[in-house]
């Protein structure tokens, strides 16, 4: 029984001892003729802190001659930051013959940007297109669209990444440079005749102030002619024109009929008054003869009078218009 129990713990000792201490790495450092000891690895795993991360890492740094510490490294673990990516940086750098310090690329690893990428535009320039798909669309002042593409070549800025806009604004500003320079073009020919004119005034406007990035260039990679904006525009304000006269027609139109219906109305109202006057003068004819105002004969001569005012008129309607004859101007 005693002998079992003295088999479980050392089973158990032998156990914890594998896990504080990786014999494996602590072996590769002592190889790569890294100062590390087991105190430091047992202390890794109290801490926390992953040493199949920190130890190779420190293998890598002492290897490339450069002087970090692997409290620095474990510190930067701590701080939830990416050590393998730090030190593969540093170690790029120092071989492109960059200035980049520990302190730097840890600042840019924990901003959330990836300082291996950095080292690497550094180094070798990309490209970025703006727009990043189609075609960027401007109008000249003669009114023809112009569509244009470019691509921008930049290279990181170590020393603005922190804090510096990203490739999107890149890509705004040198959008905002394309339509600025082709809606100043006086015609959309001037702009097919020399699409460098676009990439001079874009650049020599300092796009990459505040960004992470350093533009080298800009080129118009395409140049397409688009739609008449200007006779389209000249088409809907001729069609609105067109409404709007049409719609002050109406107006016009609806008045004069108002106005005819109106005059008819007053015309009825004329002849009503006409009638009403008419009936009145057989009244008036008896007054006057109660009054001996009016003889008998003076009677005759109003109807004859009435007759043959009455023929004329019907005769009047009745009767075509003359043709008037050439030469006379009665």
């Not at 014999?23 to 690895?41: D, G, P, T, Y």
């Not at 460098?196 to 102030?209: F, Y």
């Not at 118009?220 to 389209?232: Q, T």
């Amino acid at each position: 029984m005693p002998v079992l129990i003295l088999t479980i713990i050392v089973v158990a000792i032998f156990f914890l001892f594998a896990y504080l201490i990786p014999v494996r790495l602590w072996i590769s450092a002592i190889a790569a003729s890294a100062q590390i000891s087991l105190f430091s690895l047992i202390g890794m795993r109290l801490r926390k802190v992953d040493p199949f991360i920190i130890v190779p890492c420190i293998i890598m740094i002492h290897k490339a001659g450069l002087n970090v510490t692997s409290n620095a490294l474990e510190a930067h673990y701590l701080a939830g930051g990416d050590v393998m990516r730090v030190v593969t940086a540093l170690i790029s750098a120092d071989k492109a013959e960059l200035n980049l310090k520990f302190a730097k690329a840890c600042a840019i690893d924990l901003a959330g940007r990836n300082v291996l990428e950095a080292v690497k535009t550094s180094v070798n320039p990309k490209v970025i297109d703006a727009p990043k798909s189609g075609l960027l669309s401007a109008v000249a002042k003669d009114g023809i669209e112009v569509r244009a593409r470019a691509r921008v070549t930049v290279r990181a800025n170590i020393e603005r990444l922190v804090g510096g806009a990203t490739e999107e604004t890149i890509i705004a500003r040198v959008g905002e440079g394309i339509v600025t320079t082709i809606g100043s073009a006086i015609t959309y020919k001037a702009v097919l005749e020399n699409p460098d004119n676009i990439s001079k005034n874009v650049l020599e406007r300092g796009l990459d102030a505040g960004t992470a990035f350093e533009i080298l260039s800009i080129d118009i990679a395409d140049v397409d002619v688009g739609r008449n904006i200007g006779a389209k525009l000249q088409t809907d304000q001729a069609e609105a024109d067109l409404k709007v006269a049409q719609a002050r027609a109406e107006t016009r139109r609806a008045m004069a009929v108002a106005q005819e219906q109106e005059m008819k109305a007053r015309i009825q109202e004329m002849q009503a008054h006409v009638v009403e006057a008419q009936a009145e003068v057989p009244k008036s004819i008896a007054y006057a003869f109660r009054e001996g105002k009016l003889g008998i004969m003076d009677y005759y001569n109003f109807q004859n009078i009435q007759a043959d005012t009455k023929m004329r008129e019907n005769i009047a309607k009745t009767e075509p218009p003359k043709n008037k004859q050439p030469g006379d101007n009665n």
